[in-house]
C-alpha cells in the first residue's frame, strides 16, 4: 500500500470512529439527541436529567468503549507479533483466565461488589502474568514457545479453580455472577470508575508506542534480535508486563471481552497489507470501532443489555471467515 492509500485508509478510520462514538453516546435506553449533545457542549440550558445521563453514564461508557477497543486490539497485535502467532490474543499468557480467576475469588468469598470484583480482576490478571515470568524463569528457558505454553499451563490452571468456586458456589446468585461476568458487559461503567482505570490503560499504551521498534525486533529470531542490540529477555518481559497492565485494567472494569484482540489485527492487516507498528495502530482503530458497534447493539437489540462478548463474537466470525478464504487463496 502506497503513502497515498495508507493516508486515506486512516481518513477512513478516524472517520468511523467518530461517527461511532457519536452514534454510540446517543443510543440507549434514555436517547440522547444531536441537539442535546450541541447544547451540552455549548454550556446551554438543558433538562438535568439528560445532563446527569451524559455526564455520569454515556459519555464515560463511551470513552471506555473507545478505550477498551483500543486498548485490546493494539494489545492483540503486540501478542500476535512478539509470540509471531497469528492466533496469538490477551489468552495466550494467560491474563483473562487470572482476570477471571479473581473475580471469582472475590464473588465467592467477598461478594458481588463491583469495586471488589473489579480490584480482583485485575489483580488476577497481573498475577497470572508473572506466574507465567516464574515459570518461565524456573525452566531456564526464554524462548517465545515457552511464553506460550507457560501461558496455556497458567490459563488451565486457572479454569481449573474456577470450575472449583463453580461447584461450590451458590447456583441462585454466585454462580450467575462469575457466569455474568465471565461475557463482559460495559453497563457498570460510570465516571468515577473510568478516572480510575483511564489513567492505567493510557500509560500502558504510551509504554508500548515508545518500545514500538523493540516490539517488531522481537519477531526476529531470537539471535538476529540480540545482534541487532536487543535485551531480549528483559525487553520482553517489559513490554508484555505493560501490555498486561492495559488488558488487566479493561477487564477489571468491563469483565472479559472476546474476539477483539484476536480479530482486529487480522483485519488491520488485511486493509493495510503491510506488517509494523502503523498497522499495531491501525488494529487497535479497528479494535475501537467494532467494541463501539457491538455496545451500541449490546443496548439494543433486546429489552435486557445483552453481554458484550455476545456481539463482538458474532461481529468477529465473519471477517476471522474471510480471513481463512483470503489466506487460502493467497496459498493457491
Not at 11 to 35: E, M, N, W
Not at 265 to 288: D, E
Request: with cysteine; hydrophobic share 55%.
Amino acid at each position: 500500500m502506497n503513502s497515498k492509500k495508507l493516508k486515506i485508509s486512516f481518513v477512513l478510520i478516524v472517520i468511523s470512529i467518530f461517527t461511532s462514538f457519536v452514534i454510540s453516546i446517543c443510543v440507549g435506553k434514555y436517547p440522547i439527541t444531536l441537539d442535546d449533545i450541541k447544547n451540552l457542549i455549548l454550556g446551554n440550558s438543558i433538562n438535568e436529567m439528560s445532563r446527569k445521563v451524559f455526564f455520569t453514564l454515556r459519555l464515560p461508557r463511551t470513552i471506555m468503549t473507545l478505550t477498551a477497543g483500543f486498548g485490546l486490539g493494539m494489545a492483540g497485535s503486540v501478542y500476535q507479533t512478539i509470540f509471531r502467532n497469528p492466533l496469538a490474543s490477551p489468552d495466550i499468557i494467560g491474563v483473562s483466565s487470572g482476570a477471571n480467576l479473581g473475580a471469582a475469588v472475590a464473588i465467592i468469598f467477598v461478594g458481588n461488589q463491583i469495586n471488589l470484583v473489579a480490584g480482583s480482576a485485575f489483580i488476577g490478571g497481573l498475577m497470572a502474568v508473572y506466574a507465567v515470568t516464574l515459570l518461565v524463569h524456573v525452566t531456564q528457558n526464554n524462548s517465545t514457545a515457552t511464553y506460550v505454553l507457560a501461558g496455556i499451563v497458567i490459563a488451565s490452571l486457572s479454569q481449573s479453580i474456577i470450575m472449583v468456586l463453580k461447584f461450590f458456589a451458590d447456583p441462585e446468585s454466585e454462580l450467575a455472577a462469575i457466569e455474568f461476568w465471565s461475557m463482559g458487559s460495559f453497563g457498570s461503567v460510570t465516571d468515577l470508575k473510568l478516572q480510575v482505570v483511564l489513567p492505567i490503560i493510557l500509560l500502558g499504551i504510551i509504554v508500548v508506542i515508545l518500545f514500538r521498534r523493540q516490539i517488531f525486533l522481537l519477531a526476529l529470531n531470537e539471535d538476529e534480535s540480540r545482534m541487532l542490540g536487543v535485551r531480549v529477555t528483559l525487553i520482553r518481559v517489559i513490554i508484555l508486563s505493560f501490555t498486561t497492565l492495559v488488558v488487566a485494567a479493561i477487564v477489571s472494569i468491563t469483565g472479559l471481552i472476546a474476539f477483539i484482540g484476536l480479530i482486529a489485527p487480522h483485519i488491520g492487516k488485511l486493509i493495510l497489507k503491510r506488517q509494523n507498528f502503523t498497522t499495531c495502530i491501525f488494529s487497535a482503530c479497528v479494535g475501537s470501532i467494532i467494541m463501539m458497534l457491538a455496545d451500541c447493539l449490546a443496548r439494543t437489540l433486546y429489552t435486557a443489555e445483552l453481554p458484550i462478548s455476545i456481539l463482538t463474537t458474532f461481529l468477529g466470525v465473519p471477517f476471522l471467515i474471510y480471513f481463512m478464504y483470503h489466506k487460502k487463496e493467497e496459498q493457491i
